[in-house]
Structure formats: C-alpha cells, structure tokens
C-alpha cells in the first residue's frame, strides 16, 4: 500500500517536477506538537531566534512552523483541518509578541491558496529556483564588478545593513542593537570567494553574495534539479537601480556558477518587495515554494 508520504509527493511531483522529494517528517522535538487529521498529519513547531546572533535579525523573536505531509485522498479538506489544529496549538502557545506563524508550501498547488488566504496567511517569503544556461538581460555597461577584498568590508557590511533596513521596511527583517556590528564582524571574519561588489565612477554602489557551494551542500536539496548554490544577498542602492547593477552582478555570478559545474541556483526573495519577484524573473528565476506567514501570530485564523 502506498504511504501518505507516497501520495504527498506523487502529488506535488505532478504540479512541480522541480520540488526536491519530501523526506519523512523528522523526529519530534520536546516542543512539537503532533497533528493527525483524515488524510494528513504534520507536527506545529516553536522556533526561538538566537538574539545574539544575525538569526535575531532574518527572524522574529518567536516562530510557529508547521510541517506537513497530506495524502491524495481530498488534500484540501485535509489541509484545512490540519490548520485548524495548528491555529489552536499556536494560540495556546505564544509566549512572545514578537512572533509568527509560517507555512511553507508549494508555489503551484494553487489549490490550497484560498485556504492560507482565510487563515490571515500570506505570501511572504518565495523561494526560487533557476537552471543554469538560462538566458539574462543586458547589464549596465558603466558598472565595474570585482571580487570584494579586505578593503571593502566596511563597505560591503554598510550595503547588508541597507538591505535589513529596505526589509525591515517591508515587514521581514528586524534590525537589533547588534546588528551593525554582527554584520561587519561576519565580512571581517570571512571576505568570501563568492562575494561581489559593484562599482560605477569607483563608488560602492551593489554587492552580490553567494553562499560557497564547495562548503554547503545543503542547497541541493531544496530542488530536483541537482547540484544548486544559493544566492543569499543582493543589494543596489536607491539611486542606482533599474540601471542594470543588479543584473551586472548577477551575470557575473551566474557566469561563474555555471563555469563550477553547478546545474541550479536558489534563493529567497520577499513576496512584499515590487522590485524583487520582477528582476529575479528577468534573470531567470521562477517560484518553487511560498512561506505563508502571519505576524503576530495571534493574527492566525
């Protein structure tokens, strides 16, 4: 007989060819909170931030995540009872304010859209994926990229901090009184081999970061596609975007990637932003799974 397990990703796999097979659901951890309902189970999770370090400012002080697994027999309705068992673990459970509630799922199964949308859920956070050999517009051809060296961290850490305030604006990121200095300590600590700076007129104006794909396989997991580096930041300053900055540095990156063999490149981009899902589809990108997510979490329906 097939498992839940089998039918979830025989059924995904039939929306979205590129979704990296679910593995079973881990063990759980003293905190979660099993969920069983007709034709699906997941566990609710409680995730605390690290305050003392950058997790404190990608993410709220208090995280609600639920993992999922719904078979084929009526997905929707078991998805719909399985949120609302979640809900009723996470308002029984927020201990903090600052917090909230995440699912991630899918960005194709559309079926299930109208049912996060009545859980005060929204499309937050798009995980995306691109194939490599992809063709990419045309850059500014003013912009000069190069490696960044010692002697630009402290302009690479300025540009990081304006990417956390641009987001802070748009409800993601938090920027805490260490901050600024956890950022400049990261670039100090390791100027990687994968990490680009833009300059127009000998101005810091763009930087690109990719994480090492020789140091972290992990990306390779995220899509069916195969060995897959994930691009973690990318910022222009005001002034100089829709110029092609941001598509100077992300050809160079790419032009590399695809040089080291890498059959994939994945990265997040905020649902909120109006510039980001537009460039990033210019330069090849598509969605591949959404974080549906409500702060605080008791907004959750």
């Not at 759980?28 to 007709?38: F, H, N, Q, T």
């Not at 045309?138 to 987001?167: F, G, K, S, W």
């Given at each position: 007989?097939?498992?839940?397990l089998?039918?979830?990703?025989e059924?995904?796999?039939?929306i ?6 679910a593995a ?5 951890g ?10 699906g189970?997941?566990f609710a999770?409680l995730v605390r ?5 950058l997790?404190?400012?990608?993410n709220?002080?208090?995280r609600h995540?639920?993992l999922?697994?719904?078979g084929?027999d009526?997905p929707?309705?078991?998805m719909d ?7 009723d673990?996470?308002h029984?459970?927020i201990e903090?304010?600052e917090s909230?509630?995440?699912v991630?799922?899918?960005?194709r199964?559309?079926a299930?859209?109208?049912l996060?949308l009545?859980?005060a859920l929204a499309p ?5 994926v691109r ?7 045309q850059?500014d051809?003013?912009t000069?990229v190069?490696?960044i060296?010692d002697?630009?961290?402290d302009?690479?850490?300025?540009l990081?901090?304006?990417l ?13 009184p ?8 990261k670039y100090?600590a390791?100027v ?6 833009a300059e127009v007129?000998g101005?810091?104006?763009?930087l ?7 140091r972290?396989r992990w990306?390779?997991?995220l899509t069916?596609?195969g060995?897959?580096a994930y691009?973690?930041?990318l910022m ?11 598509t100077?540095l ?9 040089e080291a063999g890498?059959?994939?490149t994945?990265l997040?981009y905020l649902g ?12 090849g990108?598509?969605p591949?799974?959404v974080?549906w997510?409500?702060?605080?979490a008791t907004?959750?329906?």
């Amino acid at each position: 007989m097939r498992t839940m397990l089998d039918e979830h990703n025989e059924r995904l796999r039939g929306i979205d060819p590129l979704l990296p097979s679910a593995a079973p659901l881990p063990e759980p951890g003293p905190a979660d909170v099993l969920l069983e309902v007709s034709g699906g189970v997941g566990f609710a999770r409680l995730v605390r931030a690290d305050l003392s370090t950058l997790d404190g400012t990608w993410n709220p002080a208090e995280r609600h995540v639920l993992l999922a697994r719904i078979g084929a027999d009526d997905p929707v309705a078991a998805m719909d009872a399985l949120l609302s068992r979640w809900r009723d673990v996470v308002h029984a459970t927020i201990e903090d304010a600052e917090s909230s509630a995440i699912v991630t799922w899918p960005a194709r199964d559309v079926a299930m859209t109208r049912l996060f949308l009545d859980r005060a859920l929204a499309p937050r956070g798009v995980f995306a994926v691109r194939m490599a050999g992809r063709p990419m517009p045309q850059a500014d051809r003013l912009t000069v990229v190069r490696p960044i060296t010692d002697a630009d961290v402290d302009a690479a850490a300025a540009l990081e901090l304006e990417l956390v305030r641009m987001n802070q604006q748009l409800g993601q990121m938090i920027e805490r009184p260490n901050t600024a200095e956890l950022i400049h300590a990261k670039y100090a600590a390791d100027v990687r081999p994968w990490c680009w700076l833009a300059e127009v007129d000998g101005e810091a104006v763009g930087l690109l970061t990719v994480l090492d794909p020789k140091r972290n396989r992990w990306p390779d997991g995220l899509t069916s596609a195969g060995s897959a580096a994930y691009v973690s930041d990318l910022m222009v300053i005001p002034s100089r975007r829709g110029a092609g900055v941001g598509t100077a540095l992300v050809r160079r990156a790419h032009a590399a990637l695809d040089e080291a063999g890498l059959q994939a490149t994945v990265l997040s981009y905020l649902g909120m932003n109006p510039l980001s899902g537009p460039f990033w589809h210019r330069c090849g990108y598509r969605p591949l799974t959404v974080g549906w997510e409500t702060r605080p979490a008791t907004h959750l329906r």
